[in-house]
Each structure stands twice: as C-alpha cells, then as structure tokens.
C-alpha cells in the first residue's frame, strides 16, 4: 500500500477530524427532567429534576419558573445531586396553582460549556 502526500494529508485530516469532534459535542444537553415536557400533572411537583448529558457545575447552573402570565415561581436553590453528578434537583418552595409554566434552565458542564433550554408542563 502506497501513500501519496494528497493521500497521506487527507487520511490525516479525517483521522484529526475524527478525534476532534467528540470534544467539540462535550455539552450538556437535557435529556430527562420530572416533570415531563409537556406533561399534563394532576398534582403540582414539589421539585423540578432535570437530567443532563454530562457532570454540571451546580454553582454555575440553574433554572427559573414563570407562570402563563410570566410571573416567577419562587424555587429554592438549585444543588447538584451528590449520587449523579448529572442530575440538578431545584424544590419548588410554593405550590403551584393549576395553570401552564414555563421552566428555563442553563448549565455549565464541568468542562465549561454553556447550555441552555426551557420546556413547559401544566398543572390541572
């Protein structure tokens, strides 16, 4: 098996790009949370858990709920669970009413990326 230098730069570029591109996905991105997207609840949540794709900074990672008037929901304070090191757990510390509500999140992953999303869920 010969190698050309055209050959040999584009077997290099392929391998490089190979290598390269699981470090340029290291993200954390929402894979699960409880409540559900979407969810129609028959009981309102006393903790809003969402579980990300990667370890979290939970000093730079949070979430805030608002209602369908867009008034905020006032939550405790967002800890990172101490058995996964994915998970953030936020206690909701007033009943929700029913209605629609809104959660916005954002993270930064242990290698510092910065993500974000929000997703809703209704209380019936």
């Known amino acids: ?15 490089t ?7 340029v996905s290291a993200h ?16 309102a949540p006393q903790t809003l858990t969402l579980n990300f794709s990667e370890g979290i ?10 209602d369908a008037h867009k008034q905020p929901v006032k939550t405790g304070v967002a800890t990172r669970s101490d058995e996964d090191k994915t998970q953030m757990v936020v206690p909701l510390t ?19 990326h910065k993500t974000r999303g929000s997703y809703t869920f209704t209380v019936k």
């Open 1 to 15: 098996m010969v190698f050309t230098a055209t050959g040999l730069r584009q077997t290099l570029i392929f391998a």
């Open 94 to 112: 007033q009943p929700l009413q029913p209605g629609d509500y809104t959660v916005d999140w954002h993270v930064v992953s242990v290698d510092g």
């Open 57 to 66: 900074e939970p000093k730079f990672s949070g979430l805030t709920v608002t």
């Open 28 to 43: 954390a991105h929402l894979k699960a949370q409880t409540p559900a997207a979407n969810a129609q609840l028959t009981a």
């Open 17 to 23: 790009v190979f290598l390269v591109s699981p470090l």
